[in-house]
């Protein structure tokens, strides 16, 4: 009798996922693993376009209003945007980040061989990250994370102890915050913070999770019309400007989430990193931000695991996982 071939185990796979038998899939089927956390992760996601079709036919309003390509109407706790880590050594990474920021695996797995980590999903604070392992001829790619926990003298000294170099010591800044930067040994920057200012809120500024994708470039604001241009994205607050009339800082609504942006400066030079971005139509998302000067790396696709996804560099060489859950 002839050996299954993938997609008759991948639709085997997917079943057992839909039954609630997902337990120990990965380990039966290595070759699958990161499709399976995927299928796993959309499993209880219902279909976006119906739920726009849905939407349309019960409230008033025009067509464009209900089409917006970044509204996020995914089901709560689905972030529209979750940071994504290529790096050297995921395995010990996932280790700093449990023992530094009491981070949580949801799931790992490994590729063929049992060697490096294809795909991994970690719980920081109420916050989704995703990582793996470079794959060959494949570059790292770090990123920088704002990260707000409880008592962040005590994580910046964890994070001191589990490997991490400072960048600045805890310090209550004017704008209600007590911070501290970290590097870890991959390349990330970690800005940790505890809100001081509004007590209903601690340890979070209202509108963010534990964790959010901190972006600097070079001509900040030409970043943040890219972001708008390309993902609809709008200001949650009027930006600060520095005394050299560049963005200082600026935060930005994408769906769900916030994404937070400025100039690069001093130690704080620009780390392009991995973004992944759900929408409701990635095919027009994907044109978006090809008019707005993005650069296709991988054109929309329908994928195995459920998801029609594209890739796209932003002029800052950011890249974006653009995906639509299906």
Request: charged share 25%; net charge negative.
């Given at each position: 009798?002839?050996?299954?071939?993938?997609?008759?185990?991948?639709?085997?796979?997917?079943?057992?996922?839909?039954?609630?038998?997902?337990?120990?899939?990965?380990?039966?089927?290595?070759?699958?693993?990161?499709?399976?956390?995927?299928?796993?992760?959309?499993?209880?996601?219902?279909?976006?376009?119906?739920?726009?079709?849905?939407?349309?036919?019960?409230?008033?309003?025009?067509?464009?209003?209900?089409?917006?390509?970044?509204?996020?109407?995914?089901?709560?706790?689905?972030?529209?945007?979750?940071?994504?880590?290529?790096?050297?050594?995921?395995?010990?990474?996932?280790?700093?980040?449990?023992?530094?920021?009491?981070?949580?695996?949801?799931?790992?797995?490994?590729?063929?061989?049992?060697?490096?980590?294809?795909?991994?999903?970690?719980?920081?604070?109420?916050?989704?990250?995703?990582?793996?392992?470079?794959?060959?001829?494949?570059?790292?790619?770090?990123?920088?994370?704002?990260?707000?926990?409880d008592d962040i003298d005590a994580v910046y000294q964890r994070a001191l102890r589990a490997g991490a170099t400072s960048l600045m010591g805890p310090t209550d800044q004017f704008y209600g915050d007590r911070e501290a930067a970290l590097r870890d040994r991959w390349g990330n920057s970690w800005y940790i913070a505890?809100?001081?200012?509004?007590?209903?809120?601690?340890?979070?500024?209202?509108?963010?999770?534990?964790?959010?994708?901190?972006?600097?470039?070079?001509?900040?604001?030409?970043?943040?019309?890219?972001?708008?241009?390309?993902?609809?994205?709008?200001?949650?607050?009027?930006?600060?400007?520095?005394?050299?009339?560049?963005?200082?800082?600026?935060?930005?609504?994408?769906?769900?989430?916030?994404?937070?942006?400025?100039?690069?400066?001093?130690?704080?030079?620009?780390?392009?990193?991995?973004?992944?971005?759900?929408?409701?139509?990635?095919?027009?998302?994907?044109?978006?931000?090809?008019?707005?000067?993005?650069?296709?790396?991988?054109?929309?696709?329908?994928?195995?695991?459920?998801?029609?996804?594209?890739?796209?560099?932003?002029?800052?060489?950011?890249?974006?996982?653009?995906?639509?859950?299906?």
């Amino acid at each position: 009798m002839a050996e299954p071939n993938v997609i008759e185990r991948l639709d085997a796979a997917i079943d057992a996922i839909l039954a609630g038998r997902q337990e120990g899939l990965a380990l039966r089927d290595p070759e699958l693993a990161a499709l399976l956390v995927i299928a796993a992760d959309l499993r209880d996601v219902p279909d976006p376009q119906f739920k726009q079709r849905l939407k349309a036919d019960l409230l008033p309003g025009t067509k464009e209003e209900m089409m917006s390509t970044t509204e996020s109407r995914l089901e709560p706790g689905f972030q529209t945007i979750r940071a994504y880590l290529v790096l050297d050594g995921a395995s010990d990474f996932i280790q700093f980040l449990k023992d530094a920021f009491g981070a949580i695996e949801n799931a790992r797995f490994k590729g063929p061989g049992g060697g490096k980590i294809m795909h991994a999903e970690m719980m920081v604070g109420n916050s989704k990250l995703e990582l793996g392992d470079a794959p060959a001829r494949v570059s790292p790619r770090p990123g920088a994370l704002h990260l707000y926990l409880d008592d962040i003298d005590a994580v910046y000294q964890r994070a001191l102890r589990a490997g991490a170099t400072s960048l600045m010591g805890p310090t209550d800044q004017f704008y209600g915050d007590r911070e501290a930067a970290l590097r870890d040994r991959w390349g990330n920057s970690w800005y940790i913070a505890t809100h001081l200012a509004d007590p209903s809120t601690k340890p979070f500024r209202k509108g963010f999770r534990s964790l959010t994708p901190y972006l600097h470039a070079r001509g900040a604001d030409r970043l943040m019309r890219f972001l708008k241009e390309a993902f609809g994205a709008q200001a949650v607050e009027e930006p600060t400007v520095s005394a050299q009339g560049t963005i200082a800082h600026a935060v930005l609504q994408i769906g769900d989430s916030v994404i937070e942006l400025g100039e690069a400066h001093g130690q704080w030079q620009a780390i392009p990193m991995g973004i992944h971005l759900f929408v409701d139509d990635t095919d027009a998302v994907y044109e978006r931000a090809l008019r707005a000067g993005g650069k296709s790396v991988r054109p929309p696709t329908d994928m195995p695991y459920g998801e029609r996804g594209a890739t796209v560099a932003d002029p800052f060489d950011n890249q974006w996982f653009i995906g639509t859950p299906r």
